[in-house]
């Protein structure tokens, strides 16, 4: 891990601790972070509080962004620096808060930081990528000893830009090899003018932190609201309970049909589970089969809204129906075979036993109103014995 802190005349470099997440949290809510990369907001305090823990997580790694808070000399966090990795190496990113910018923090910042990460990384060279109309990223670079290595149009935030990518390599020639487009991974943190005014982008490793958290809570809430109204709910309904604008769900889910996926694919992992749980514990067919249903029940909306829409689906999503009827039958072949031991269940195909237990669940739930397996529930399970009883006995 770097040696810190590091100090400079005005300012700190040290380590990141729970008890900035307040400051962090603030910071990115500031209005141009908010208009120019809105999807990478911490909306609650607890998002920043889980971002910092997987930065501190990181700390000492080869392979993850070191980001390291900067402080001001007796006062607040008003920022940090860090390293990320791409693909041609290490790439340096840094973001000051928007009241504090301008004041020559980022420049003073970057200097100590600079001689540090590259001892501690044993890095001979490491990159500055900024849009070429970016005069201000240019300038801090420039500052800072960076030379010009590239400048072309090259793909840059989901756009296509003019980029600048500067090399810091004190003591090599900086010969320019490679170029832009041998980036894979192009994570970084510049200062960006938008229509006159001087907003801050996050750096890679705190900015994917952000992106993670946002994408986990719209599909926590999407998963809330399928459970609540079925597997079409609106986009609409998921951005008001995840706490996001309608049009963020889209950043992180390019189509509606891939956010509902990743829902069924959740959804049914969790199901699944549940079932699976149920079979670990040998269980009196009649105990088992109030415990399917209580599962089933659980995630009535969604599964009733998979088998309505089974026709609207891709084949991705029959697999998992599939799947957990499978589930559900195959949990009920060690209860069977011992009630035919016994007597007390009629010698007929596995299948046809399965198909009856899946048919008369299937049949109960498409009616409206509350939960009908769990107003009806006994009448399932009498119903299904008496089907599969054997008179004889």
Same mark, same amino acid.
């Given at each position: ?52 823990? /997987?930065? #501190?997580?990181? @700390? ?9 808070? *900067?402080?001001?000399? /007796? ?13 041609? !190496? ?5 973001? +000051? ?6 004041? !020559? @923090? ?10 540090? #990460? ?6 001979? %060279? ?11 990223? %240019? ?12 400048? !072309? ?12 990518? @500067? ?17 894979? *991974? ?28 946002? %994408? ?21 309904? +998921?951005?008001?309970?995840? !706490?996001?604008?309608?049009?963020? #769900? ?39 089969? @109030?415990?399917? #249903?209580? *599962? ?81 529930? /006994? ?15």
């Amino acid at each position: 891990m770097l040696k810190i802190p590091i100090e400079t005349a005005r300012l700190r470099i040290t380590a990141f601790d729970l008890g900035m997440a307040r400051s962090v949290w603030r910071h990115s809510l500031d209005e141009g972070n908010r208009e120019f990369m809105p999807d990478e907001v911490f909306e609650t305090l607890g998002e920043a509080r889980k971002a910092i823990a /997987g930065l #501190i997580a990181a @700390y000492g790694s080869a392979r993850a962004p070191q980001v390291y808070p *900067v402080v001001l000399k /007796g006062g607040a966090q008003i920022g940090h620096v860090e390293a990320a990795p791409i693909a041609l !190496g290490w790439e340096v990113g840094y973001h +000051i808060a928007a009241e504090q910018a301008g004041k !020559g @923090y980022a420049t003073e910042a970057l200097q100590a930081f600079l001689p540090a #990460i590259m001892g501690e990384l044993k890095l001979e %060279r490491i990159y500055g990528i900024c849009r070429a109309d970016n005069t201000a990223s %240019r300038r801090v670079l420039e500052k800072c000893g960076f030379e010009l290595e590239f400048e !072309g149009s090259a793909p840059y935030h989901g756009g296509q830009w003019r980029i600048r990518r @500067y090399v810091y390599a004190p003591g090599l020639d900086t010969d320019g090899k490679g170029s832009y487009n041998d980036l894979q *991974v192009i994570d970084l943190q510049v200062i960006i003018t938008k229509g006159g005014k001087k907003t801050m982008a996050q750096p890679a490793g705190m900015r994917e932190s952000q992106k993670r958290a946002t %994408r986990d809570r719209i599909l926590a809430a999407a998963k809330l609201v399928c459970l609540r109204q079925g597997l079409f709910a609106p986009a609409d309904e +998921i951005a008001r309970e995840a !706490g996001v604008a309608h049009g963020t #769900i889209f950043v992180h889910f390019p189509t509606r049909e891939a956010l509902r996926q990743r829902v069924l694919e959740s959804l049914a992992e969790e199901m699944g589970a549940k079932l699976h749980q149920l079979a670990a514990a040998r269980r009196p067919l009649e105990e088992l089969l @109030y415990a399917q #249903i209580a *599962v089933l029940e659980e995630y009535e909306p969604f599964y009733r809204g998979l088998l309505e829409g089974l026709a609207s689906l891709p084949e991705e999503a029959r697999g998992l129906l599939l799947g957990l009827q499978s589930t559900l039958s195959e949990h009920l072949r060690p209860a069977i075979e011992e009630g035919r031991k016994a007597g007390r269940v009629k010698e007929l195909p596995l299948a046809l036993l399965f198909n009856a237990w899946i048919g008369l669940l299937h049949a109960e739930l498409f009616a409206p109103g509350q939960s009908v397996l769990g107003r009806r529930k /006994g009448e399932l399970v009498e119903g299904y014995l008496a089907l599969i009883a054997n008179e004889t006995n």
